[in-house]
């Protein structure tokens, strides 16, 4: 059974491993626009969904201040936030 | 003489080369430590630095540098013979295809995984990175435009190829889907992608597909060119699990299995079939046809890929470096990974040259200069499959023609992504944001301007092949001369590099030189080929000022402590 399960993740490793970096370099850019439609009424958009969207704010925090370094700002936008 | 004596010959060259010249290159010239950190593990951010087991580590090498081109290459250089090709390809894969991948590899393990290109700013200086974007510019246009030209004969000469070539598009977005969508496992998937490729290949080899001569005015070959560049457009634009990626998946599982037929074939048809194949191409050909160019120097370029070629250096220190998990994988991976692609130049030089029955037959195929390539395998190859293994002739050259398409249209497509990447660098540099379509439209006009520049049929083409040659060997230069670089710093024997270097720069240049003025005859004449080999020249000793320079630095300056390498591992991690 180790052995079949070993055959079965070098298979599914030979499919991925190529485009691993490429995937997640997609995952990140899909999560950054995500990031900017969360907190585009925090950054003076006007949003009519931001009442509900305002929900998502928690779970971006974490990823926040490496977002906004790659968004080119090297402190946060925020005052609300000061992570850095 | 039987094709199966030339093939245990060059398995066992190679075998020599694996067991003995590796080995040495590994303790005396490398010195592999497998106490050395890998950036795998240094640098580990599941990402692009991941430790891979050696084996898969070993696949995925050798199926990205594994296209058509080791297959292109041999199958026109027999023209000379066959025993030129025969050395060169088991000769350079040993000597200098194996030590150059192997020696990249290493150098960019040493180097935090840094690819050739940030090795060049490194150790050549600035200008050399810069160098280093042209000539990778110019290698990825041709790549487009001769691989597009070389599907487009293919399709032409083979229609039964048609169906599964178009069909494994389908096949592979099924397969995409199901792995990424449905959650589907992969083992099973595989089984059915790859029954489904095959069952494709055996309705394709019933249908064929024939273009009208004139389809709105255009001939089947500029259709075939307008609709793989299409293709080839929205495949560079697709996310890359949709359609690449599956692609590429299943062809490399394809590579081991067409291998597998070629090898087993000449194998097979040695010990038990009732017809027999023999060498039937010249050992050496003195009546090649008129405009033959001389052998010296062109073997050297029209063999780029199955000998040596710079495309594998890049491979070698911009993925595999990454991942390799220890640094004596090294030697697995870079060496053994060049071997592969030897073995399958060394199937093509064997199908070629022994799938014809007479002498005649094969001086009908080889009856002008680039008139044997690809489709001289795919004859050759069928041949000797349907008299090794009893598979229908028809149905072998299906196979075969199926194969180098999806190996050429892989490395089509893969070429017009990254160029498309290098127009947007080249727009940043200018302050101009280019975004993705624009880039690919770019790249689509720039790439059809190439492969119609001697007519709508795309006949410049297989021109092109010995410049893309030229262009290879010389970035193959470029990373032998930072590998002789990193070598004189570190006070060790630095000649299994500048002897490959030396022949590599010299036969490129010669060559370079060689086209320029077929390029420039009147009666045959392209400019735009003739400029692209001007700037290839200027390359060419633009890469020899440079290496020059950089290994006199080197001679002169204090040798590298012993410990260097270990000691910038302690700074980093100060850092």
């Not at chain 2, 000597?95 to 990249?104: K, L, P, R, T, W």
């Amino acid at each position: 059974m180790g052995r079949w399960a070993d055959f079965r993740n070098g298979v599914y490793e030979y499919y991925a491993g190529p485009y691993r970096s490429a995937l997640a370099r997609e995952k990140r850019t899909e999560d950054d626009y995500f990031t900017l439609v969360v907190l585009g009424e925090a950054l003076g958009v006007p949003d009519p969904a931001a009442y509900y969207s305002a929900e998502f704010l928690p779970t971006l925090y974490p990823e926040f201040h490496a977002w906004h370094r790659r968004m080119g700002m090297p402190q946060s936008p925020l005052d609300s936030v000061s992570c850095c | 003489m039987s094709p199966v004596i030339l093939m245990f010959i060059g398995l066992a060259i190679f075998a020599l080369g694996y067991f003995v010249y590796s080995k040495y290159l590994a303790r005396r010239v490398y010195q592999l430590d497998e106490k050395f950190v890998t950036p795998s593990h240094e640098l580990r951010d599941g990402v692009d630095y991941v430790p891979t087991n050696k084996f898969i580590l070993w696949g995925h090498h050798f199926t990205s540098v594994a296209g058509a081109a080791p297959i292109v290459g041999p199958a026109i250089a027999v023209i000379w013979g066959w025993l030129p090709a025969f050395l060169w390809v088991t000769i350079g894969t040993v000597f200098f295809a194996g030590m150059h991948d192997f020696g990249a590899l290493w150098a960019s393990v040493r180097n935090k995984g840094r690819s050739i290109g940030a090795l060049s700013g490194r150790y050549i200086g600035k200008r050399g990175a810069n160098l280093f974007l042209v000539v990778i510019f110019l290698l990825l246009l041709m790549v487009i435009a001769a691989f597009a030209v070389v599907i487009k004969d293919l399709l032409i000469s083979t229609p039964t190829a048609v169906i599964p070539t178009w069909g494994a598009i389908v096949v592979a977005l099924l397969v995409g889907v199901a792995v990424y969508r449905m959650r589907w496992p992969l083992i099973p998937v595989t089984i059915v992608g790859v029954v489904a490729l095959y069952s494709l290949i055996v309705l394709g080899d019933s249908v064929p597909v024939v273009l009208p001569e004139s389809f709105l005015g255009m001939s089947p070959a500029t259709v075939w060119i307008l609709a793989l560049f299409i293709y080839g457009a929205i495949a560079s634009l697709l996310p890359v699990w949709v359609l690449l990626q599956p692609r590429d998946y299943i062809n490399g599982v394809q590579l081991f299995v067409g291998l597998a037929l070629l090898y087993g074939a000449v194998l097979v048809g040695a010990l038990f079939a009732e017809t027999e194949h023999n060498v039937v191409a010249p050992m050496i050909n003195d009546a090649v046809p008129a405009g033959t160019p001389s052998l010296v120097p062109l073997l050297f370029v029209t063999i780029a890929c199955g000998a040596i070629s710079g495309f594998h250096g890049m491979v070698s220190s911009g993925t595999s470096s990454k991942q390799l998990d220890r640094e004596t994988d090294a030697r697995f991976v870079g060496y053994f990974g060049a071997v592969g692609e030897g073995l399958l130049s060394l199937g093509t030089i064997l199908a070629v040259i022994a799938g014809f029955r007479t002498v005649a037959e094969w001086e009908a195929v080889y009856s002008e200069f680039g008139a044997g390539g690809v489709n001289a395998f795919v004859q050759g190859g069928g041949m000797l499959m349907e008299d090794g293994i009893g598979l229908p002739a028809s149905l072998s050259a299906t196979v075969l023609a199926t194969m180098a398409v999806l190996f050429a249209a892989t490395t089509m497509d893969t070429g017009m992504r990254l160029l498309r990447f290098v127009v947007q660098e080249i727009g940043e540099a200018a302050r101009v944001r280019i975004t993705k379509v624009p880039a690919t439209l770019v790249v689509v006009v720039v790439g059809l301007g190439l492969t119609f520049s001697q007519g709508l049929g795309g006949e410049g083409g297989l021109r092109i092949w010995p410049l893309f040659g030229t262009t290879n060997q010389l970035l193959a230069s470029l990373t032998l001369s930072i590998i002789a670089v990193i070598l004189i710093r570190k006070r060790r024997s630095p000649w299994p590099a500048l002897v490959p270097l030396v022949f590599v720069f010299v036969m490129s240049f010669w060559a370079a030189i060689d086209q320029l003025s077929g390029f420039a005859d009147p009666e045959n004449a392209d400019w735009l080929l003739f400029g692209l080999d001007v700037v290839i020249i200027v390359a060419s000793i633009w890469v020899a000022v440079e290496a020059i320079i950089a290994m006199r630095r080197a001679v002169n300056d204090p040798p590298e402590a012993l410990d260097a390498d270990a000691r910038l591992e302690a700074v980093r991690e100060e850092v």
